[in-house]
């Protein structure tokens, strides 16, 4: 659950492309500065590990973690999350 | 001593005024289910200034004080997207209530936590009920109250909303704080960002007299530097420029130092301090038997890409057969009771007979068309609210979310569309649970296409007297059409009227929980209210007009019999207008009386057929004898078509206006007129060719 930012990632993509049940961390949001907001508002900022519980990889995904919960991203938002597998 | 009494005394007034109570938090926390124990339920509702989104406030007497508690939408931060949020924070910024009671999930607290650091930021007065604390227990989570109480200076009450655990506790604590000083919070942004808010502050503070704004210059400088819109907007209303330009100096100034962004990096340090919060005050363990383990399990199913969609299709049709077929009888009690006991008292007593037929023909007639919309309203918000309580409708919002991003919506809109099949009013209501305003003027455009039940009635009697073979197949080209016309509009109106303000679909997926009866009553119950009041109003004053056009004509006051005597209904006003608009319609080879007609069908769809038997000199029985000898199937056709495009019903058109404004209700008929008459159009044309 630690936040930490600055290590250079290194296996790093877009958490739409991630398999159902993989915890993965996040490493940037590639969006516009509301959807940054949106989303760092709710605990998902760089740093936060996220479980994916389900992912069709051409739909929208369901994340969670012990911070933000449970939580349903549209694909358009999942495309711009981009995360490094565990 | 006399200065000792003369304080008593102000005290007193004090406490004699309402202390405004705001109850905000972030959505799903369980904000409603405190709200109505608060206030036992008896709350009324108002709008806010401007809007048409309702406001809730309930009034709370304890000895001598009383409280007026305000329910407020669900917000994560002060960053507001929709209307609802939006709200929020004005209330919280422009009105500042005396006490804030911010509904915590005590089970994933960090992250409500950081809406409690910008609400201590504002120098609000806040009390925090950590809600659902016998979940979080369950879940493994222990939280140290103390010393978080210790840590941020504010009380914090453990509360179980819903078994009204707590609640005591909670009006004792907002009585001590009454005339307790405000604590001054101050979270350390780090040495640069810290100095940047204390040269603007500084900035702000010189022009103080300007500012009435009463929020001290801190939290001022700290919006600036984080963009906020609308403070910005504040102090550009005030001729402030000046502060703007200077602040936005320091901020590109302090980016290009830090090469990020200020507002990331300041929300970023909120969550380092929630972080170091978490670490000290809250601890996880595993859990045994957890909520979350069970949901997660529940959700393997229900949000499956085939199970799910089986089963969401199951789970409506229960819905629909259960506020349509189960309260069929009740509805028709009513119409009964209204149409014709009462209106037969009213008709054979002594008034004179104008003031008979206003009475019973325009007020009571409204009146019951009003009314019976009641029992599947109530059923079916019934079914929605124990949906929505239980967790249900973000799953469905997740099926479908793939499907109604290609019509530019999100998954969540599934649901106000698909109940457009039972009825458009409760689901044009339910248009208010889309995250923004711009999906919901969208899913407002679409549902009058969606074919309603009070249209089949029509269907059935055409198809009956033209189409009896392929009834089935007539029947469903009508829904087949209505779906089309309504995915055309959503590209339509995505590409023109609403462009590229879609926010990215951001879904709270709540645990699955039992919903408590008393919330999900009130719910549907309030929902149904507003609409008896606020579209029953516009209804029966709409049935007052249409009345007056009906008995009087051209040549002055026809008598009250016009409404069934052909003859004298052939000169009101109505068939003055339909004459008029013959020659629109002349390549439709429709008739006055069918255009008539149609303009009767604005009262409720189902109407267009009692005016054609009336008009055509036909009791209902007779009338698809009559019908058959004056139309061809194709005219029979392209009327169906037309009815079901052609104008939202007044109930709906009435929610409309009270939903988004009486501008976008004149677009939406207008725009259905012309879609109406297009596509009859073209049904004549091309039925011309293949006939």
């Known amino acids: ?86 | 001593m006399a200065c000792h009494e003369a304080s008593t005394s102000t005290k007193i007034k004090v406490k004699q005024q309402s202390i405004t109570v705001g109850i905000i938090g972030n959505p799903n926390v369980g904000k409603s289910a405190l709200f109505n124990k608060l206030t036992k339920g008896k709350a009324w509702v108002a709008n806010w200034p401007g809007v048409t989104v309702e406001k809730k406030i309930g009034k709370i007497n304890l000895g001598e004080t009383s409280f007026e508690v305000v329910d407020l939408p669900g917000i994560y931060g002060l960053t507001a997207y929709s209307q609802d949020e939006i709200i929020a924070r004005k209330f919280l910024i422009e009105e500042r209530p005396e006490i804030v009671i911010q509904v915590v999930n005590a089970v994933n607290l960090e992250r409500n936590l950081y809406l409690t650091i910008q609400l201590l930021e504002m120098n609000l007065k806040l009390i925090i009920a950590l809600n659902m604390i016998d979940l979080a227990e369950k879940e493994g989570v222990e939280i140290d109250i103390h010393g978080l109480i210790n840590e941020l200076k504010i009380p914090i009450i453990p509360v179980v909303a819903i078994k009204e655990v707590g609640i005591n506790q909670l009006l004792e604590t907002m009585i001590e704080q009454i005339d307790r000083p405000t604590v001054s919070f101050k979270l350390d942004y780090g040495e640069e960002i810290e100095g940047a808010i204390e040269k603007i502050s500084k900035i702000i503070d010189s022009f103080m007299g300007k500012l009435d704004l009463g929020i001290d210059s801190r939290w001022l400088a700290i919006r600036l530097l984080e963009n906020d819109n609308d403070v910005v907007e504040q102090f550009r209303s005030r001729g402030l420029e000046e502060v703007i330009r200077e602040s936005r100096r320091i901020k590109d100034e302090l980016e290009a130092r830090f090469n990020k962004s200020i507002e990331v990096l300041m929300i970023e340090k909120r969550y380092h301090y929630i972080l170091s919060l978490s670490k000290k005050y809250i601890k996880r363990k595993p859990a045994r038997e957890s909520l979350t383990i069970f949901t997660n399990k529940l959700d393997r199913v229900l949000t499956h890409p085939i199970i799910g969609l089986m089963i969401f299709i199951s789970v409506l049709y229960l819905l629909f057969k259960l506020s349509f077929d189960i309260v069929a009888p009740l509805t028709r009690l009513i119409e009964i009771f209204f149409s014709h006991y009462i209106y037969n008292l009213i008709k054979t007593s002594f008034l004179p007979d104008i003031i008979s037929s206003l009475l019973a023909d325009a007020i009571l007639n409204g009146v019951g068309i009003v009314l019976i919309f009641i029992p599947n309203l109530l059923f079916l918000f019934l079914g929605i609210s124990f949906l929505e309580d239980t967790g249900y409708l973000a799953r469905a919002a997740f099926l479908f979310d793939k499907w109604m991003n290609k019509l530019g919506l999100s998954g969540r809109a599934v649901i106000p569309l698909l109940i457009g099949f039972g009825c458009n009013v409760p689901a044009i209501m339910s248009t208010r649970t889309l995250g923004t305003d711009r999906d919901r003027r969208l899913a407002v455009f679409m549902i009058p296409f969606m074919s309603c039940s009070a249209r089949l009635p029509i269907y059935l009697l055409f198809t009956l007297a033209f189409f009896k073979e392929n009834q089935i197949i007539v029947i469903l080209s009508m829904y087949f059409i209505g779906v089309v016309i309504a995915i055309i509009t959503a590209i339509l109106f995505n590409n023109l009227l609403f462009k590229g303000q879609t926010v990215g679909y951001v879904m709270d997926m709540p645990p699955y929980l039992i919903p408590s009866a008393m919330n999900v009553f009130i719910k549907s119950w309030e929902r149904v209210k507003s609409f008896l009041i606020r579209a029953g109003t516009i209804i029966v004053s709409l049935m007052v007009v249409i009345w007056v056009l009906s008995i009087t004509g051209p040549e002055g006051y026809l008598g009250s019999e016009a409404l069934s005597v052909p003859e004298l209904l052939s000169r009101s006003w109505i068939a003055s207008f339909s004459k008029l608009l013959e020659p629109l319609f002349k390549p439709f080879n429709w008739d006055w009386r069918i255009i008539a007609s149609l303009m009767f069908g604005f009262i409720a769809k189902e109407v267009v057929i009692s005016s054609l038997a009336v008009l055509y000199s036909a009791g209902e029985q007779g009338l698809p004898s009559v019908l058959l000898s004056s139309f061809t199937p194709l005219t029979a056709y392209s009327l169906m078509a037309f009815t079901l495009l052609y104008t939202p019903c007044m109930a709906t058109a009435a929610t409309i206006k009270t939903e988004i404004g009486l501008r976008y209700t004149l677009l939406i008929v207008s725009y259905q007129l012309i879609i109406a008459y297009t596509i009859t159009y073209a049904i004549l044309l091309i039925g011309g060719l293949i006939i």
Request: net charge positive; hydrophobic share 40%; charged share 20%.
């Open chain 1, 1 to 86: 659950m630690g936040y930490d930012v600055g290590d250079k990632p290194l296996n790093v993509s877009p958490l739409s492309n991630i398999d159902e049940g993989k915890t993965v961390k996040i490493v940037k949001i590639v969006g516009g500065r509301g959807l940054i907001k949106r989303l760092y508002e709710i605990g998902l900022l760089p740093g936060a590990e996220i479980q994916v519980l389900r992912n069709s990889k051409h739909g929208p995904v369901i994340i969670r973690n012990n911070v933000s919960g449970t939580f349903s991203l549209g694909f358009g938002v999942a495309k711009k999350i981009m995360v490094e597998v565990m």
